[in-house]
């Protein structure tokens, strides 16, 4: 066993688990792949917290560093932060993606070994939150985070905090509402019991007792149980039109009346147990519907990718202020690798912009002074200074959240509330017809119970429940497959689409399986040339030329020089050396690329390295499978790959390039205007608009802890080609749902035909309706796993 | 038989109690994490005081 553990751990990095690169760092007999992670095991070691590398493997993350926390000074955004605030200790949860095996849980709940400032620290796993009370008269907020930095865990910390977002998520009433109804079904049950197997003459005493007390146990139930049914109904009324929650407010009513009735005047035992069992079913299917994924958020929007704060310049001075405080006309000092948060204006230094998020396009972008860089581009050279022309919420990209298109998305119509109509129109025609027959007969105590007993056997709760049961039976397939769709209702939106447009960088190419190629060639002593001068820049492009040359021996070298974003120049070994953009090659070079990294050694050129995107795999069979839609791509980059997305998509497809955000919402909307269902799928935050337009958005991801825009459902990169076998189980569980509403009709023609005769006893409904509900849920249970097998999905 | 007076209003009562039990154990936030406690009753103390000496002759 401790043999096995040590040439684990020999191969790969005793902290993170990453392969070991040629060059490693080493302290005692442990081996690490870089400076960070030997800072962690350092910091961990110093503390008695080793502990952290008993439970798992390598359980660490591989470590980044440069943070600026300079804003968590400012009392204002504190404030904001914290949970609560009390004399000297202070309350804060944290969400931190990196959080992920029973270390993570050991390490961040033994903080206060780190700093006695911290009193306490705890987890909850599931939603990789941390809550942590400390004193903040001996550790600021800042030194907080630097020190859940400094050990790998680095809380993120947005405009949108996921953290709060969640807590008033979960729906609290309706599990109390489920705890009370649960508790009156049983008792009734209990006291409706002899009833079922007849009264012996002695037990007549009781019969009152156990009525009134049924009747007691169907107030609750009824009354705080049934009160959303009752406030939906009426304002579906209002509104002139017939949702499922108003046939059920009816027969809540009419249960709870009859029972009244029959209690009060001893008639009868009353309807108590059928109307506490309706209830409680009727409230767990509608727990069902509303449970969601607590670790993932659907509804992100450009905040929880912004930071919560950037920093000024006032009279010179650098100061952080809180992104909602910015104002038009406001100097804003963007270092490398930071965000712009609003629409601004170059003022000073040399900007080189990222805008993948922004417009799709990979390949950063050159600013001059004076031109316009909008919001959510990413600065990757030196500190510049930037005006702001718009204030944040009203910029290019963060205007695709308030665009007026979504207002005009009608209220989505389910399956349920378009039957629930014609349903209780024939329930109320039977009950009508045989009351007036009764009437007619002029038998008034039989009307008046054929009337009660149509309305309570006809009871939709089957229709209640299937839609339900059926639907987070589905849900749970998909999750299991890497398909993470936010709730039942969206399902069926699923099932309902008919057209699919594919953004393509990052939706139909990877970002994380990116190749590294090199046009040109180099002989061993060039590459270990290149790789000494790369090895002293932290650049995530140089790291991975680096790991891509796997050299094992270094020149010292001189004159290390870094522009930022632009390259590195050095003299190593003697000769002049340069790696980088086009523009800081010595003048004189001819090169027929653009893009890449560009090697000139002593003058001559020897090639560039190049980021090859890949394709995901089985793209093509992909297409083939989802030929009955209509498919189109909208990328926002240039055309370069058009050949290449002609061969795997059919000849129909409409493929456009250089697609704006707002262009790309257009269209969506556009088709939609023709009547067509859309589903969209993209990634980043230039497909944000559409994916929100669209009826159903899906984000594809390759890390589900990653930004998602606000979508339906999130995808795992890997499942895509499984989206096929998706919409078809989607479709099938509409089959399924049509077929138990079929079965349920056919209980209640069983049913109606004691009760239009005005002969239902209360033990034939009590029967009828828990047995109709357990082959319901079976039958949506087993329906479900048999499509899902027949759809390959288990 | 009218003990069974007296025995139906014990179970009502008992019912009630389970009840409210359930309802301030909800309230107070017992149910909101289902899976970290059962992570954190593995954590072992014996390890700890094994590779580090000194906090176990300190404490």
């Given at each position: 066993m401790e043999d096995q553990h040590k040439t684990i751990t020999q191969a790969l990095?005793?902290?993170?688990?990453?392969d070991l690169p040629k060059v490693k760092y080493q302290i005692e007999d442990k081996d690490f792949c870089c400076a960070g992670c030997l800072g962690v095991f350092k910091i961990l070691s110093e503390n008695n917290l080793?502990?952290?590398?008993v439970y798992n493997n390598s359980p660490g993350k591989q470590f980044k560093a440069d943070h600026r926390?300079?804003?968590?000074?400012e009392p204002k955004i504190v404030s904001q932060l914290l949970d609560y605030r009390h004399e000297s200790s202070s309350i804060i949860t944290f969400y931190i993606p990196?959080?992920?095996?029973s270390s993570c849980i050991w390490l961040l709940e033994h903080l206060y070994k780190i700093?006695?400032?911290?009193f306490s620290s705890r987890i909850d796993f599931l939603k990789k939150q941390v809550t942590i009370t400390f004193n903040h008269e001996e550790i600021s907020l800042r030194q907080l985070v630097e020190i859940l930095n400094q050990i790998g865990y680095e809380p993120s910390i947005s405009l949108q905090d996921v953290v709060k977002e969640h807590?008033?998520?979960?729906?609290k009433a309706l599990v109390l509402k489920i705890a009370v109804a649960g508790f009156c079904m049983g008792n009734v049950m209990l006291f409706s019991f002899p009833e079922y197997f007849g009264l012996s003459s002695f037990e007549q005493q009781f019969q009152a007792l156990f009525g009134w007390l049924n009747l007691a146990f169907s107030i609750p139930a009824a009354?705080?149980?049934?009160?959303d049914y009752f406030t939906s109904a009426f304002t579906s009324l209002k509104h002139k039109h017939i949702n499922l929650d108003t046939p059920l407010a009816l027969i809540i009513a009419v249960l709870f009346l009859r029972t009244a009735f029959e209690v009060i005047f001893s008639l009868g035992p009353g309807f108590a147990d059928t109307l506490t069992g309706l209830v409680f079913l009727l409230l767990m299917g509608k727990w069902l519907k509303q449970r969601?994924?607590?670790?993932?958020?659907?509804?992100?929007?450009y905040r929880s990718y912004f930071p919560i704060a950037v920093t000024t310049l006032q009279n010179g001075k650098e100061k952080p202020v809180s992104i909602n405080e910015i104002n038009i006309g406001d100097r804003l000092w963007i270092r490398n690798?930071?965000?712009?948060p609003a629409d601004s204006i170059l003022m000073k230094g040399d900007a080189w912009m990222d805008m993948s998020f922004v417009t799709g396009e990979a390949e950063p972008v050159h600013k001059v002074l004076g031109e316009i860089i909008y919001a959510g581009g990413r600065q990757t050279s030196e500190a510049i200074e930037l005006e702001v022309v718009k204030p944040v919420s009203q910029s290019y990209l963060t205007g695709l959240w308030n665009n007026?298109?979504?207002?005009?998305?009608?209220e989505k119509q389910n399956f349920n509330d378009g039957v629930a109509k014609y349903f209780s129109l024939g329930v109320f025609a039977i009950a009508f017809s045989a009351t007036a027959y009764w009437l007619f007969q002029s038998d008034s105590h039989k009307a008046w119970s054929a009337f009660t007993a149509v309305i309570i056997v006809a009871c939709p709760c089957v229709l209640a429940l299937s839609t339900p049961f059926t639907l987070s039976a589905i849900l749970a397939v998909f999750d299991k497959q890497g398909f993470y769709v936010k709730n039942t209702d969206a399902v069926e939106e699923l099932a309902k689409s008919d057209t699919i447009i594919f953004d393509k960088t990052?939706?139909?190419?990877?970002?994380?399986?990116a190749e590294i190629q090199f046009s040109g060639t180099l002989n061993q002593e060039e590459s270990i040339i290149i790789a000494s001068l790369l090895?002293?820049?932290?650049?995530p492009l140089s790291r991975h030329i680096l790991k891509f040359l796997n050299v094992d021996q270094f020149y010292s070298l001189s004159d290390y020089k870094e522009v930022l974003g632009k390259g590195l120049t050095a003299v190593v070994n003697g000769h002049n050396v340069y790696a980088g953009h086009l523009s800081l090659l010595p003048k004189g070079i001819r090169v027929d690329k653009e893009t890449g990294v560009h090697i000139v050694i002593d003058r001559s050129y020897k090639g560039c390295f190049e980021i090859k995107q890949q394709w995901r795999t089985g793209l093509a069979q992909l297409a083939l499978k989802l030929r009955k839609f209509s498919l189109q791509v909208l990328s926002g980059?240039?055309?370069?790959d058009f050949w290449m997305l002609q061969t795997i998509f059919p000849k129909a497809t409409k493929i456009t390039f250089r697609q704006s955000p707002h262009e790309k919402l257009a269209r969506v909307h556009r088709l939609q205007k023709a009547g067509k269902k859309v589903m969209m799928l993209g990634d980043g935050l230039n497909d944000a608009g559409a994916l929100k337009q669209s009826d159903f958005g899906i984000a594809i991801t390759d890390n589900i802890n990653n930004f998602t825009p606000g979508c339906d459902a999130i995808l795992k990169g890997e499942a895509l080609g499984l989206l096929p076998n998706f919409i078809q189980l989607s479709k099938d569980g509409l089959k399924i749902i049509k077929i138990s509403f079929a079965i349920a009709i056919a209980y209640n023609c069983v049913g109606i035909y004691f009760a239009v005769q005005g002969t239902l006893y209360p033990l034939v409904a009590a029967v009828l309706m828990p047995i109709s509900t357990i082959t319901i849920i079976s039958f949506t249970t087993l329906a479900t796993r048999w499509f899902a097998r027949k759809n390959k999905l288990i | 038989m009218n003990i069974l007076y007296f025995l139906v209003g014990c179970s009502v009562l008992m019912a009630l109690i389970f009840l409210a039990a359930f309802i301030w154990a909800y309230r107070t936030g017992?149910?909101?994490?289902?899976?970290t406690p059962g992570i954190r009753m593995?954590?072992?103390d014996e390890v700890l005081k094994e590779k580090s000496e000194e906090d176990h002759f300190s404490s």
């Open positions: 990095c005793y902290h993170c688990g990453e080793c502990n952290y590398y926390l300079e804003y968590l000074d990196a959080i992920h095996c700093n006695p400032a911290i807590s008033g998520a979960i729906n009354f705080y149980c049934g009160r969601t994924y607590h670790h993932i958020s659907f509804d992100r929007d690798g930071e965000l712009v007026e298109h979504y207002k005009d998305k009608i990052g939706t139909l190419t990877s970002s994380e399986h090895r002293n820049s932290a650049h980059d240039t055309d370069r | 017992q149910n909101d994490d289902t899976h593995l954590f072992d």
